[in-house]
């Protein structure tokens, strides 16, 4: 009987010891290795760097997430020295963020050069020095990769526009549906559908939606540049706009969010909304076959979302960070790496890399039916920072506050 329980004994005690072997050695996959061997996501560890590590904040914009996150983890792979510290927020959150101290970032890379452009000019008012190198300088912003505006109708909808507006969805046509009291069946639509539901994001919160707010203004005003403050005081634009954003339930800060929304409920909660085109090619094949097609139109006037990255010359930025900056940023404009935004529905900033391909994913081939084009219209001016300001401002007295 001793000799039983002794073998017992014996046998748990050699268990428990090859268990706290393996979880000592990592075996239950939950170990981290240390900062010389940073693992990659999805790849293998890099080499152990030969000197000190210089860290490198990167404060960028949401919507390229999936591409940015996947070519820094190689970058970082291929140069251990550096690493980089990634947080994604939304470019107007972030633009006041730096300007209040709250963010201190080597790198930023806000959706477009609007809000850019915004953050420089407020910036230099409130400490009299420029943030980022003019341009034409040295460590200029430049592109990342580019989306530009369209909207998104579901297909029975979009005909009943089209026929009634000429061919073309533009910001009148929406506007004359939208203050219909008819609700769809004025353009010929069904009255099953009600009144027309219209999205876009809070323009005082995400990038699309300031995008979006502005093609509504050069609209009624029937241009592409030149835009002055003096036009945004007009009550008759005023109240013209007032009147768009009725057609609009609910404000949201994620372009992303209520894009999924509009997949998942249908139009029952919207007919139309305004997004990136990188947003629409990814979530297309997700739409089809669910409340009938999802369609993509381009407006006849369109905005770029460029993405540039901005190297800042502020006083925490050291000169060991801004080297190791411009490793990064040449990194991810390199063709490679450019032709890989391609899969995320992003067009390269490189020009040299061809936006159709044979290949069988290209989503300029494939989505081709679905509305998604190469030629892309014109583009609207961007404005500078005191009208994007007065224009959030506008918004938020005329709108935001009904």
């Known amino acids: 009987m001793k000799a039983k329980i002794a073998i017992v004994v014996g ?5 428990a010891v090859i268990l706290w072997i393996t979880r000592r050695g990592g075996g239950d996959g939950g170990g981290k290795p240390a900062v010389g061997g940073q693992t990659a996501a999805g790849g293998a560890p890099g080499p152990a760097p030969d000197g000190p590590v210089t860290e490198i904040g990167f404060l960028y914009s949401t919507e390229k997430k999936e591409w940015l996150e996947a070519a820094v983890a190689e970058f970082q792979a291929k140069n251990p020295a550096i690493k980089v510290s990634l947080r994604g927020m939304g470019s107007i959150d972030a633009a006041g963020a730096i300007l209040d101290g ?11 050069s609007m809000v850019l452009a915004m953050l420089r000019d407020d910036w230099e008012t409130r400490n009299g020095s420029p943030l980022f190198a003019a341009e034409g300088g040295e460590d200029e912003p430049q592109s990342l990769v580019l989306t530009p505006l369209v909207f998104v109708v579901w297909q029975d909808r979009a005909e009943a526009l089209l026929r009634a507006s000429g061919g073309s969805i533009t910001w009148e046509a929406i506007h004359k549906l939208v203050t219909s009291n008819q609700g769809w069946p004025a353009v010929g639509g069904k ?5 027309v ?3 876009h994001t809070d323009p005082t ?7 979006t707010l502005l093609l509504m203004t050069y609209d009624y005003y029937k241009k592409t540049r030149g835009l002055q403050v003096s036009e945004l005081l007009d009550p008759k634009y005023q109240e013209w706009v007032k009147q768009i954003e009725s057609g609009v339930s609910k404000f949201e800060t994620s372009t992303g969010t209520f894009m999924t929304d509009m997949i998942r ?11 990136y085109e990188n947003l629409a090619i990814s979530q297309l094949g997700n739409a089809q076959g669910r409340w009938g097609n999802l369609l993509v139109y381009y407006p006849p006037v369109t905005l770029w979302s460029d993405h540039p990255v901005a190297l800042l010359r502020a006083e925490w930025v050291s000169p060991a960070q801004r080297d190791a900056a411009r490793k990064l940023v040449a990194y991810l404009r390199s063709r490679p790496i450019q032709e890989r935004a391609m899969h995320q529905g992003f067009r390269p900033a490189d020009t ?3 936006i159709r391909t044979a290949e069988g994913a290209n989503p300029w081939t494939r989505l081709a039916a679905f509305g998604i084009k190469v030629e892309v219209p014109p583009a609207a001016e961007l404005p500078d920072g005191a009208v994007v300001r007065n224009l959030m401002t506008m918004w938020s007295r005329v709108v935001a506050a009904r």
């Open 352 to 354: 040299s890399v061809p």
């Open 205 to 211: 919160r995400s990038n699309s939606g300031l995008q």
């Open 191 to 195: 009255a099953a559908w009600g009144f």
């Open 265 to 275: 409920f249908g139009p029952s909660k919207y007919d139309i909304a305004m997004v």
């Open 197 to 199: 539901k219209l999205g």
């Open 11 to 15: 046998f748990a005690v050699a268990v």
């Open 102 to 112: 709250k963010e201190k970032p080597v790198l930023w890379s806000p959706a477009d």
